[in-house]
């Protein structure tokens, strides 16, 4: 199941999600029971509070640059890099600039 805005053919990934003035903004573009895949488009200083989840999950940036805590330990990302943050491990993210990330969250 996609959202009601389902994508079909070949697609710029990095367009498919506006920045917005302060604020974060998500576009689900897959939701299955074994995962998701969402776009997030995030205004430089923005941020997802420390939290935990049952389930491993890729990053991708696609634009911009990030702050990624995982377990306290900072990782620097940028354009074109990727991390795993483990199941069950505090992660936080914070935008040192604007950034876009591809979130694929594997549930099973």
Do not use: C, W
Request: avoid cysteine; charge should be neutral; glycine fraction near 4%.
């Amino acid at each position: 199941m996609t959202d009601s805005n389902s994508i079909v053919g070949v697609k710029n990934m990095e367009s498919l999600v506006e920045y917005q003035q302060g604020t974060v903004v998500s576009r689900t573009l897959i939701k299955k029971e074994a995962g998701t895949v969402t776009l997030f488009a995030f205004e430089k200083d923005e941020e997802l509070s420390e939290h935990t989840a049952p389930f491993d999950a890729f990053v991708y940036v696609l634009d911009g640059k990030a702050h990624i805590f995982i377990d306290k330990k900072l990782n620097e990302l940028n354009k074109g890099e990727m991390i795993i943050m483990p199941a069950d491990k505090p992660h936080s993210l914070k935008a040192v600039e604007r950034f876009k990330m591809l979130l694929v969250l594997v549930k099973k």
